[in-house]
């Protein structure tokens, strides 16, 4: 079956620096997202991307997020700066319709700023 | 906003129980619902989900289904086993472009 790769599985940073995490969405899907689970807290979204654009945002991703679909099968999320808060389980998502027909996620990435 | 709420867990069973994890939503139109489960160390799985209202939604001996009148999309299991030990989120994707959006999710141990 088809999956979703994440990598790295974890990731430890020091606070202020630039962090990307990598993730392959399965190949004939247009739609990619990314959301975070905080430990033991609600998945959030963060952002969505359809077209190599930005489709819809959430409070969350402010500047020091961004997205990128850098060649034709990477899609990438930048932290420029971390801090601590965002430690936080890191998830990737890909879909073939937008929403109704459900996403399928990778395995995240835990990041940890220390 | 669409919202999803679901009950708090932790919910502790015995193998071979009756499983109820309770969900309701608030959501213009029609939206599809989702249960998706997150076993331990792993990612998010979708377990079964359904896109109208009367629907059921079915895989691994878990059902739910889609109640309009009580905007509702509760999870059962007739008979746990070990292996169901997971946490359990009910999510929702609405009309037009919205992301999924997911209820808090609910910790299930089920014990031998």
């Known amino acids: 079956e088809p999956e979703v790769t994440q990598t790295p599985s974890h990731q430890v940073t020091q606070m202020g620096q630039e962090v990307i995490l990598r993730c392959v969405p399965i190949s004939n899907h247009l739609y990619f997202y990314w959301y975070r689970q905080i430990l033991g807290q609600k998945v959030e979204f963060l952002v969505s991307f359809y077209n190599n654009e930005i489709s819809e945002k959430s409070e969350i991703f402010d500047d020091q997020f961004s997205v990128e679909r850098p060649d034709g099968s990477n899609f990438t999320l930048k932290i420029r700066s971390t801090k601590l808060e965002d430690s936080a389980m890191y998830f990737c998502?890909?879909?073939?319709?937008?929403?109704?027909?459900?996403?399928?996620f990778g395995s995240g990435t835990r990041l940890t700023v220390v | 906003g669409d919202s999803v709420t679901q009950m708090e867990g932790p919910v502790t069973l015995s193998e071979e129980a009756f499983l109820t994890i309770n969900c309701t939503y608030t959501?213009?139109?029609?939206?599809?619902l989702f249960w998706y489960v997150q076993y331990p160390g792993e990612g998010l799985q979708l377990l079964l989900k359904a896109t109208k209202a009367d629907d059921k939604g079915s895989n691994k001996g878990f059902e739910a289904t889609y109640r309009k009148e009580t905007t509702s999309f509760h999870l059962e299991k007739g008979s746990v086993q070990v292996s169901d030990s997971a946490v359990y989120f009910c999510?929702?994707?609405?009309?037009?472009?919205?992301?999924?959006?997911f209820g808090k999710g609910t910790r299930l141990s089920v014990i031998a």
């Open positions: 998502a890909s879909s073939e319709l937008l929403g109704r027909g459900g996403y399928t």
């Open positions: 959501a213009t139109g029609y939206p599809s």
């Open positions: 999510a929702l994707s609405g009309i037009g472009n919205t992301p999924l959006v």
